[in-house]
């Protein structure tokens, strides 16, 4: 017995060494690299050309400057790059490639500054980034180092990217200035980043809890494939198009189906798209011959919107809502998408939609502040689901075309204002409680026609007064929770029965555009958004009523039908330009142009501005304000609101 205890323990001792061994053996092994002498210590590393090679596990301080070299990785180990004073650059590649490791790090040492930089061609490699990862990659030190990509990305990885302190100033001049195929996390740190195309793109999820983000250029300054959680820090974001974007590839609103995302997302892009095209078909959903595409969904689409728990503490995408919107012969499970905002200081300067979420948008926490748009074809807020806000600060401004607000039934208070007119760049709002001390008060950067606001400071059935530049515009009633004031809006307070972005009619008749349906102001929303099933909108010409392949819509006070069906029953030629996304239709020596997503129109070279700008439908339809078509033809159109329907006469 002794003898089998003696060899059991001798066993066991010699395993846990060789454990100890082999999970030590990465930081056992240290060498070095001289980038400007190009030699090198440790074991597995060698240099061929311009090239050093690590070929096993190792902890590496890198020194010198070099402007035509690589660090290539291609280890079964971890390994470990310390950045002590770097200038690194490849004419024709990127400037460290981790091929392959068990985990890809780098450490920016304290006190130091490191230059990292790219060739405009690779040839022969599936690299990306100046800084790329087939693996997991870690970011870490007191230090600060300067990447720019020149081919794509600045950093990317195939796996994960997290950041734990540091500062990174990324320059990427063709795509991303962080590109991850798996999750992007951010603890610490600051991250300076100029894109062309986005600030951080995450295929999945994105997580940041704490550190400084400053995006000061992107197209979409952060976006991820899943859910996006910000649970602390500081991020600023200057945008073309979204500041925040969740489920980006994967929404089935909008302006595209399938891969193509929600009216804010841009997902994936097929070959030679710009990032405001749709996939390449003509539009009413003809396929090139001409003929109708099937009833199936495309591949890729959503239909049964189960929802999952999202990583890190989110919140399921059903709460508060219904979770589970299943079809009939649905089996395709969905992923969260949503936007969860739990902490953090978030300040946001859009063209596109501020914060837009192909799911829900769930704040318990922070503060976020919104610049948005000024066209009438994106907003400051933007969510095919529920915004809802149990805690934190909200202020968004900007255009009132597709305006949105919280959702009904959130548990704090809140409200959107569509003004009567826009304010300008510079204005100030504030907002003046019942015992005349100020609320809150905001600069805003660009013009802006809508007004959200949200705050633990806001109570119901208290009187509010808001003001721009000291001049009272719009008394707000709280009487209730959440409500909506002026006509112009076009989301907002849907119900538990809602989508929190249902378009409810308001406002008086004009010639703008405007249906002009409901009350004078609009009013408050009901809380299930439509108010109940109503009626299908009708279109009746002359008498007749009129068949459209796609259900005609209100959006923003504004019926819009299908372009195609309304122009050819009034009696016009029509044409269509896929490159500008734009219809034309012409008769009687009257032409109209429009484009999907602009809020201003042609007619015989007059511009002219529209409520709402023309829109994809859901069934792939483009959708024209009928209104405006019909005025500009010399038609009368009266709406009949027992009925809901438009009655177009000559």
Known sequence: MKKIAISTALCLLMQTCYLLSACA???????????????????????????????EGGDFTVTGENNNAMIYVNAQDKVKLRLSGVSLKNESGPAIFFDNAEKSLITVTENTENIVEDGLDYGDTDAKAAIFSNDDLEIKGNGSLTVVGNYKHGIASDDDISIENG??????????????????????????????????????????DGGVINITKSEEGIESGTTLTINGGEINIVSTDDGLNSGGGLGTGGFGAGGFGGMGGRGQRPDGAQS?????????????????????????????????????????????????????????????????????????????????????????GGELYVDGPTSGGDSAIDTEGRFEVSGGTVVAVGSSGMAMGVTSGSDQCAFLVNLSETAQAGSVVSLVGPDGNTVFEYTAKKAFSSVVYSSHKLKENETYTLYINGEEKQTVEMTQKQVTLGSRGAGGFGGPNGSGGGRFPGGADGADGTEGFGGKDGGVRPQNGWGGAQKPIQVVLN????????????????????????????GMEVTWDEATQTVSAWKDGVTLTLTIGSAEADKNGEKIGLLTAPVLSKEGRTLVPVRFIAESLGLTVTWDEATRTVNITA
């Open 276 to 364: 405001n095209e749709t996939p390449p078909e003509l539009p009413n959903g003809e396929q090139q011959n001409g003929t109708p595409p099937e009833g199936t969904p495309p591949e890729g689409a959503v239909q049964d919107r189960k929802a999952m728990m999202p990583p890190d503490g989110g919140k399921t995408a059903g709460s508060g809502a219904d979770a589970s919107n299943t079809e009939a012969n649905s089996s395709v499970e969905a992923t969260d998408r949503s936007i969860y905002i739990n902490g953090g200081i978030i300040k946001i300067d859009a063209s596109g939609d501020g914060v837009d979420s192909n799911d829900s948008i769930y704040m318990t």
């Open 167 to 208: 500062v990174l100033n990324i320059t990427a001049n063709v795509t991303d200035g962080i590109h991850v195929n798996n999750t992007f996390k951010m603890s610490g740190g600051t991250l300076n980043i100029s894109a062309v195309s986005d600030g951080i793109q995450a295929e999945e999820d994105a997580v940041i």
């Open 25 to 55: 053996s990465y930081e056992d092994n240290l060498g070095t690299i001289d980038l400007t002498a190009m030699t090198v210590t440790g074991a597995g590393i060698a240099v061929t050309d311009n090239t050093i090679s690590i070929t």
């Open 543 to 570: 008498g007749a009523a009129l068949t459209f392949d796609a259900s005609p819509t209100i959006e923003n006070d504004t019926t819009l039908v299908p372009f195609r069906g309304i122009f050819e029953a009034l």
